[in-house]
């Protein structure tokens, strides 16, 4: 399927972007940042065009514009370790921008900026020690070429910086799992205590229960004693009456 002119114009403006990010830049330099926005324009209007590209076209147009702008923003940084480990984390291009590329363009601007983080890394390095008093000692630099120096300088940079990452990091996973451990032993400490304290409560219920079932049953004795006592007394005393009244009748007759 043929290129439209937006594409056409978005493939020019991509590849003059990643020939400015291989160059070294000054701190006033602007047209990247002004590209790259642009960039994104084009890239949200061109999804929106009938004549889109397919949808793998689409994503590594993102992912090279993504890498642009992780680019920019790893140069805002303000020390030279920062800036190298994000660029660790940058994803470059997997496809040529235009037809005469051998290798990616994306992927060179990945290697220099590299190169160039590292670079500051190493001048920094030298700064600290040179403040320190500290200096290489000449023997071991004798005979071996000024690259070969510097390439060696700059992979002891890189690897101790990864290697003090690697024991932060697992200085944090270990610290991160002992807290995880301690937290779970204690929920599992309050869920055994509530249990208890649930099953004891469980008990002491059955118990109170089967107590009140007891009294209730003495209370219905008690009370069914009390009537049949109640009306014994009640016909005791109509019987007494009775007798009492005929009694008197016979033994003190009317007056006439």
């Not at 003059?16 to 994104?40: D, F, M, N, P």
């Not at 697992?170 to 249990?195: F, G, P, S, Y």
């Amino acid at each position: 399927m043929a290129s439209s002119r937006l594409e056409i114009n978005f493939i020019r403006l991509l590849s003059r972007c990643e020939s400015i990010a291989a160059e070294k830049r000054g701190e006033t330099e602007w047209r990247l940042e002004k590209y790259v926005g642009a960039l994104e324009d084009m890239l949200v209007a061109l999804r929106k065009t009938p004549s889109k590209p397919t949808q793998e076209v689409l994503t590594e147009y993102t992912r090279k514009v993504d890498f642009l702008k992780g680019i920019l923003d790893a140069e805002k940084l303000s020390s030279a370790t920062e800036k190298a480990l994000a660029n660790q984390f940058l994803a470059p291009g997997r496809t040529p921008t235009i037809a005469n590329e051998r290798m990616p363009a994306s992927k060179t601007v990945h290697m220099q900026t590299k190169a160039r983080c590292t670079g500051e890394m190493r001048n920094e390095l030298l700064g600290k020690q040179a403040a320190n008093g500290a200096c290489i000692p000449a023997v071991f630099l004798r005979g071996v070429p000024l690259d070969e120096r510097q390439s060696a300088t700059e992979l002891d940079a890189v690897l101790q910086h990864h290697h003090i990452l690697q024991e932060k990091l697992a200085e944090d996973m270990l610290h991160l799992a002992r807290n995880l451990k301690n937290n779970t032993m204690a929920a599992q400490n309050i869920i055994k205590q509530d249990n208890q304290t649930l099953s004891h409560s469980m008990r002491q219920a059955d118990v109170n229960f089967e107590k009140l079932k007891t009294e209730s049953e003495r209370l219905e004795q008690h009370t069914k004693k009390a009537v049949n006592w109640l009306l014994w007394i009640m016909l005791f005393l109509v019987s007494f009456t009775f007798i009492s009244m005929i009694l008197f009748i016979r033994i003190f007759p009317r007056l006439r």
